[in-house]
Antibody, heavy 121, light 108 residues
Framework: QVQLVESGGGVVQPGTSLRLSCVVSGFSFTSYGIHWVRQAPGAGLEWVAVTWYDGTYEYFADSVSGRFTMSRDPSSNTLFLQMNSLTVEDTAVYYC??????????????WGQGTLVTVSS | SSELTQDPAVSVALGQTVRITCQGDNLRSYYASWYQQKPRQAPVVVIYGKNNRPSGIPDRFSGSGSGGTASLTITGAQAEDEADYYCVSRDSSGNQRVFGGGTKLTVL
């Protein structure tokens, strides 16, 4: 059973850092691209970042580039999203999602339940 | 990065057909996928690629596309279809993803 479980959200002050975790089970993240997507309160979905299945490439949205980084721990099936220099605009529910490729088409096949990050003074 | 444009809100009478559209230049190069999101839930994919439905998605959901427009059609909308719908595709570089602003579907 494929599962992705995010954690690490919380309330932090502007300018500080936070690290989110995405623990996967039922598959190996070394076989799939994993994306981070966020949703500010009452707003739409916003793509944040992707790490390739083998970690060789990572891409970030312009809104977080230079502030957010990703890492992984294969021994614990965990991917991390390190968020630095947080601003109130980063307040959102953060989802990790597995990207599948079927008949040549890419899509987000599985999503976690999300973790809420609130940046407030 | 490219932008995808969706109508903010659409309504449909119960049992009728509704089309939700997504416009963007990158749709000329890449197919969109479509996601349904109900309140306080994670999104769920309903259509991907040319017109592919994951298992468990009712066949009243279908997709199409032409030029820079992708469409999600619900034929015979049901009350449980009331939700927000998002399209997503690759950006012009092919490396990033971009979401449409979302369409709130109301079933009357």
């Amino acid at each position: 059973q494929v599962q992705l479980v995010e954690s690490g959200g919380g309330v932090v002050q502007p300018g500080t850092s936070l690290r989110l975790s995405c623990v996967v089970s039922g598959f190996s993240f070394t076989s799939y691209g994993i994306h981070w997507v966020r949703q500010a309160p009452g707003a739409g979905l916003e793509w944040v970042a992707v790490t390739w299945y083998d970690g060789t490439y990572e891409y970030f949205a312009d809104s977080v580039s230079g502030r957010f980084t990703m890492s992984r721990d294969p021994s614990s099936n965990t991917l991390f999203l390190q968020m630095n220099s947080l601003t109130v605009e980063d307040t959102a529910v953060y989802y990790c999602a597995r990207e599948d490729i079927s008949t040549g088409y890419r899509y987000f096949a599985y999503w976690g339940q999300g973790t809420l990050v609130t940046v407030s003074s | 990065s490219s932008e995808l444009t969706q109508d903010p809100a659409v309504s449909v009478a119960l049992g009728q057909t509704v089309r939700i559209t997504c416009q963007g230049d990158n749709l000329r190069s890449y197919y969109a996928s479509w996601y349904q999101q109900k309140p306080r839930q994670a999104p769920v994919v309903v259509i991907y690629g040319k017109n592919n439905r994951p298992s468990g998605i009712p066949d009243r959901f279908s997709g199409s596309g032409s030029g820079g427009t992708a469409s999600l059609t619900i034929t015979g909308a049901q009350a449980e279809d009331e939700a927000d719908y998002y399209c997503v595709s690759r950006d012009s570089s092919g490396n990033q993803r971009v979401f449409g602003g979302g369409t709130k579907l109301t079933v009357l």
